[in-house]
């Protein structure tokens, strides 16, 4: 196949790309699930949703014997705050940027209620390691009965299994100020802090341990970042609802300079990242739209609006590396485009005879589309070169069974006999 008839074109810019920031009249709908620590549904949780750019909005409920919820939002492109109470569970704060017209389905997990002094040690780690989970679940039971020495212990064990939970770090933390082990509380909240816990409950623990510790100058530190976490917000979203008004004025540059304020007071905001990535792809930043995109997926996988943004600023930057990986995240959203796109690349990558991206880039074709077929031929060729006959017999074979009428399907078919002729095969 020739260079010509594999070459496809890229989609610049997906329709609908840039979010609005201002209130949109549109209609969005939240078909939520809550569940238990033990992944069963939580029937008669209320849950009460309010947004603070919307301050007319308010929907309280109740969850049905299924757990579920509904909510209809008549604005859309804007961050709504949930609430979610029950008795006997730990009360649930969750902020959410709503950008979809229709319907989307999302589930949020509830803890056990602990002791009101653990702060943040409610939470449910945020772990997929087994052994971490069952220590952290341990040490909640443990602290349900005041048994404090198992509780300190189990969070040790839950912070080893998986040291990236910010709620095991903090948990631990508050722990070790009522157990007195208060250099090692320290610790653990600056752990959980340098992870991006930077709630009041964390700061509280910190300001204990140094204070216990009768380290003037880190608690003085220690209560004046307390003091401030509450106005920081405040602050930020100050800059942020600036930054709105400039967008709604046509002033992107100068919106971007108000979401990079919001976010150097509260880089949490994700509200201002989205703000931020979007302003700068309009301004011709790129590589900052790219960033702050990139910022706010790490914390929010399948946001589409960001996964959109940071495609975008990835094609327009010109990054091919940092594009494939854009092109990855994209086939959650547009996954025609994001496997044409991959495509396109690994064929570039094969037309300069760059043997190592080309191979990753077919690998990564098959990722997000396992039944390419010429992902397979182009990848056997290389497994030919490299002189893994198991590998190219193997793709091989699968372009066959998957294109057995292409151009390309004799020539497979004569390398395959003779790769099952070749010796040591």
Request: glycine share 6%.
């Amino acid at each position: 196949m020739s260079t010509s008839q594999r070459t496809m074109a890229w989609l610049l810019f997906l329709i609908g790309m840039f979010p609005a920031l201002a209130f949109a009249q549109d209609t969005g709908r939240l078909v939520g699930k809550i569940v238990g620590p033990d992944g069963k549904a939580l029937q008669g949780v209320t849950v009460t949703a309010t947004s603070q750019q919307v301050p007319k909005f308010r929907a309280t409920m109740t969850t049905d014997r299924r757990g579920t919820f509904t909510i209809d939002f008549d604005v859309v492109n804007v961050t709504y705050h949930y609430r979610f109470e029950k008795a006997g569970y730990q009360t649930l704060e969750i902020d959410q940027t709503w950008q979809k017209l229709g319907s989307e389905h999302f589930e949020w997990k509830m803890a056990v209620a602990t002791t009101p002094d653990v702060g943040s040690a409610g939470s449910a780690p945020a772990s997929t390691s087994e052994p971490a989970i069952l220590a952290f679940n341990a040490a909640v039971i443990a602290l349900r009965t005041k048994d404090l020495a198992t509780a300190e212990t189990k969070f040790k064990e839950a912070v080893g299994q998986d040291p990236k939970p910010t709620q095991a770090w903090a948990a631990l933390a508050a722990v070790q100020v009522q157990t007195g082990h208060n250099q090692e509380a320290a610790e653990a909240a600056e752990k959980a802090m340098a992870l991006g816990d930077k709630g009041e409950a964390v700061l509280m623990t910190r300001w204990q341990a140094y204070r216990n510790l009768k380290n003037d100058a880190k608690a003085a530190e220690a209560l004046k970042d307390l003091e401030s976490v509450g106005r920081r917000a405040e602050e930020a979203k100050k800059f942020h609802n600036e930054g709105v008004a400039l967008v709604k004025a046509g002033d992107n540059a100068g919106a971007f300079a108000k979401f990079q304020e919001a976010i150097n007071i509260d880089p949490s905001l994700q509200a201002s990242q989205l703000g931020l990535a979007t302003a700068a792809l309009k301004i011709g930043k790129n590589a900052e739209a790219a960033t702050a995109a990139e910022a706010i997926l790490k914390v929010d996988p399948r946001n589409a609006a960001a996964i959109r943004l940071r495609y975008n600023a990835c094609l327009t930057l010109g990054d091919n590396d940092r594009l494939v990986e854009a092109l990855v995240g994209l086939a959650v959203v547009e996954p025609a485009i994001a496997k044409n796109g991959l495509l396109k690349l690994a064929f570039e990558s094969y037309d300069a005879n760059d043997k190592a991206k080309t191979k990753a880039r077919f690998l990564k074709v098959l990722e997000v589309d396992p039944n390419q077929p010429l992902a397979h031929y182009y990848l056997a060729l290389v497994y030919v070169n490299e002189g893994d006959t198991a590998e190219a017999k193997s793709h091989l074979e699968k372009f066959i069974a998957l294109s057995p009428n292409s151009a390309e399907a004799a020539t497979a078919r004569e390398m395959l006999k003779q790769l099952v002729k070749a010796p040591g095969a």
